[in-house]
């Protein structure tokens, strides 16, 4: 072999291994991206990074503030050559959507301040906290209101007609208010779940009545749909320099570039951090795949996945992710947390504070698990979900907690979606209608919805019928077509419990309803519908005479191929309201009558049966539904007595949590165990027990306390002291790492 030919086969052979080794690259903010990008010359911007990466590649990132839309495009890692991007060594990381404002102020009038901007902004921040957009009524983050329509909102009174808006004067005086409102934006809360933003064409001030833009949703020009929403119909008024009138409040006034705002207890300006948004998405992922977010805090900004696939979004969190552009004169939807491709993943993530959706979900299999959303969307304009799954396909929904949201669904659920492990509470304060799983007629075919504990949802107001259902399969969009009943079906509710919302509802056919336990709730407790009611009007608007809008048409055949078995509830029915002489469909080990009577102790969040229920092992077995029984034939309702496990669902957090009994809790029985929500990435736990606060906070595995290391999540107890109040801890153990637990107690009943 020449010397020559020798070079060239050595030159081959390094260009095709050199992509073998992966590369570190490093950012800071005080980096420059003429550097090298390695740890002593980081670069600057994470957009310059990003454009050197490939398979296998690590992206650092030092501690600091980056405020950056940064687009990833055709950026291709590999399904075992990952791309990554994460903080350098736990170093603290904020993905920005704001600036620091440091400008010259003028005083305005009054406490209100004044100041002119470069930069377009549509929402600020004192000291990291959300001022509130000047509106009327007032409403503010720090106490809840923003989420408490009678609070918050004006109502509409039964003259309103589409366009015209005259105002409830007995509940709130728009009069007294001595403010013109004509070229506000007004939030209209007129089409039960539907939410819009429009613009006053006329007002007078001391005047009770206004108009506005119409041109909303075709459904509110039908007299019909419009007197059945009458008592529904709710508004407040944002972003005019005439409505800011207390403290925290803002305005900015695009056409002048002028930002007015009364600090906090009068603060002067100059002392304060004053950030404005500037932009939504710090990371917008388009046509790539195979990359990994970590370990990021994400302030005034969130990302977007676009036509992306295997993307993994892990252990973030997310502060004020999306806000409307409503200062800015705009009147859609606010840009929103988006996920849009193929098997993406979002795990261990959190989203707090929203004007908007918290999330949404288009394609095929991706995983949203172990998240917790909170306080999520305050004015619902728009298409306004809590979450919103309608457009994914086989998207997996698990152990995620979702509670404190405006819009009236708590999950929306797209065809054959996993939908289990979930708490969700607390959700459809601003609109009325809805549930905290929704499930259209599309989407039922595949859906399986198990495993959760769905309660206490919302009733938006005392001028609303109900509060949310707690699962609702719902009537096919395409309608009940006279001799072509296009009954949705095919879906699958199992080991629920539903409580103190308004019913399990299922419409449909061909439906799959076990093992679940609803009690305690507005309407029976789990309607299986079929045959029963009035019909409705026509809705031509959706094509064809026989459509009815409402749930009282008559559906003969409903259901009739649908199964009910080993349900425990106060009431099960073929419709929400009345007793029924029979369920439609197969159906047997059903049970109904006091659950209390039945269980341990439910207002403690046991749902076990007691030891002298009937219903033990009482139940009909259901070949891949009932799971191990210990027995021949499983208990009827969600809980196997016998299993040495008690499933909890929601997120999971770091330390054990989710205490039961829950922790101050009173009037707990003597024969009570002790149960919690595992550890994340739990391998075991060590638990501490005892009467006295300190022993137990300072117990170590010699100690009296100490009651070992259980695998399991129950901890069984002898027979309790009356009227004594005890302590215990649970602590997590992974691997050689230990997390130490809350002090959680209780006191058993006298």
């Known amino acids: 072999m020449t010397r020559s030919y020798s070079i060239i086969l050595l030159c081959i052979i390094l260009v095709g291994t050199s992509d073998l080794y992966s590369k570190e690259y490093y950012v800071a903010p005080n980096g420059d991206d003429s550097g ?7 670069f600057k911007t994470i957009q310059h990074a990003v454009k050197q990466l490939k398979a296998g590649d690590t992206c650092y990132l030092r501690g600091g503030r980056y405020h950056e839309a940064v687009h990833i495009s055709n950026l291709k890692g590999l399904e075992n050559k990952q791309i990554t991007i994460l903080p350098f060594n736990n170093e603290h990381v904020i993905l920005d959507g704001t600036k620091e404002i440091k400008s010259v102020w003028n005083s305005h009038k009054g406490h209100i301040v004044k100041t002119r901007l470069n930069d377009e902004i549509w929402q600020l921040f004192v000291g990291n906290e959300s001022m509130i957009s000047a509106r009327w009524p007032n409403a503010q983050w720090k106490d809840g209101a923003m989420f408490d329509q009678e609070k918050t909102w004006a109502h509409q009174s039964d003259q309103s007609q589409y366009g015209k808006m005259v105002n409830d004067h007995d509940f709130r005086d728009l009069a007294q208010a001595d403010v013109d409102f004509t070229n506000a934006l007004v939030m209209l809360n007129i089409g039960a779940w539907n939410t819009f933003a429009t613009r006053v064409t006329s007002h007078k001030k001391g005047s009770n009545t206004f108009t506005y833009e119409k041109n909303l949703w075709d459904r509110l020009a039908q007299d019909v749909y419009w007197e059945m929403r009458k008592e529904t119909g709710w508004y407040f008024f944002e972003g005019s320099l005439n409505m800011l009138d207390t403290a925290t409040e803002w305005v900015y006034q695009a056409d002048s570039k002028e930002l007015y705002i009364w600090p906090s207890d009068n603060e002067s300006p100059e002392n304060l951090d004053i950030r404005g948004k500037t932009l939504t998405y710090a990371l917008h992922f388009e046509n790539s795949e195979y990359l990994k977010i970590s370990g990021l805090h994400f302030f005034g900004s969130t990302f977007h996945i676009e036509s992306a696939n295997h993307v993994s979004i892990e252990d973030c969190d997310f502060k004020y992710p999306s806000y409307s552009k409503r200062m800015l004169g705009v009147t859609e939807e606010p840009e929103v947390t988006t996920i849009d491709g193929i098997e993406n993943t979002l795990r261990n993530c959190t989203f707090a504070y929203t004007d908007g959706t918290g999330l949404k979900i288009r394609g095929e299999r991706n995983l949203i698990e ?47 979606n996993l939908i289990e492990y979930n708490n969700i509470f607390d959700i459809g304060y601003l609109q009325s209608d809805g549930a905290l799983i929704q499930v259209s007629g599309s989407a039922q075919p595949g859906t399986v919805i198990r495993y959760n504990w769905l309660h206490e949802s919302a009733q938006a107001s005392r001028f609303d019928d109900d509060p949310k259902y707690g699962v609702r399969f719902d009537g096919s969009f395409i309608g009940y077509l006279a001799g072509a009943r296009d009954f949705p079906h095919g879906g699958t509710i199992h080991h629920n419990v539903v409580w103190d919302t308004r019913s399990m509802y299922v419409k449909g056919d061909s439906q799959l309803v076990y093992h679940n336990l609803s009690f305690d709730n507005l309407r029976n407790d789990i309607a299986i519908r079929s045959a029963v009611g009035n019909p409705v009007p026509k809705d031509p608007l959706k094509g064809f005479n026989y459509q009815g809008w409402g749930p009282g048409i008559d559906h003969p055949g409903e259901n009739d191929n649908s199964i009910t078995r080993n349900n425990l509830a106060g009431q099960i ?18 049970w109904t009558g006091d659950v209390r009577s039945q269980l341990r102790d439910p207002d403690n969040l046991d749902f076990r049966l007691s030891t002298e229920s009937r219903l033990n092992d009482a139940g009909y077995y259901i070949d891949g539904i009932t799971g191990k029984t210990g027995n021949v034939l499983p208990d009827i309702g969600p809980y196997e007595t016998n299993n040495g496990h008690y499933w909890i669902p929601g997120r999971q957090s770091q330390q054990a949590s989710n205490p039961i009994p829950p922790n101050v809790a009173i009037s707990i029985d003597i024969d009570a165990d002790l149960m919690w929500l595992e550890g994340y990435k739990a391998d075991s736990h060590e638990v501490y027990f005892g009467n006295s606060y300190k022993a137990v906070n300072e117990a170590s595995p010699v100690s009296n306390e100490y009651q070992g290391v259980l695998d399991s999540n129950i901890l069984e107890m002898d027979q309790l002291n009356f009227c004594e109040t005890y302590f215990w801890r649970v602590d997590v153990i992974q691997g050689t790492k230990k997390i130490k637990g809350k002090i959680w107690r209780f006191t058993v009943e006298e």
Do not use: M, W
């Open 573 to 590: 029915s073929s419709n929400l309201r009345s007793p029924s002489n029979g369920l439609p469909g197969k159906h047997s080990n059903n």
């Open 370 to 416: 172990n998240c917790y959303f909170h306080e999520i969307n305050y004015s619902c304009v728009g298409d306004a979900v809590t979450v919103d799954g309608g457009e994914g396909v086989e998207t997996i929904f698990r152990r995620n907690t979702i509670h404190t949201g405006g819009a009236s669904v708590g999950y929306r659920s797209g065809p054959a």
């Open 36 to 42: 090298s990008g390695s740890l002593e010359q980081p």
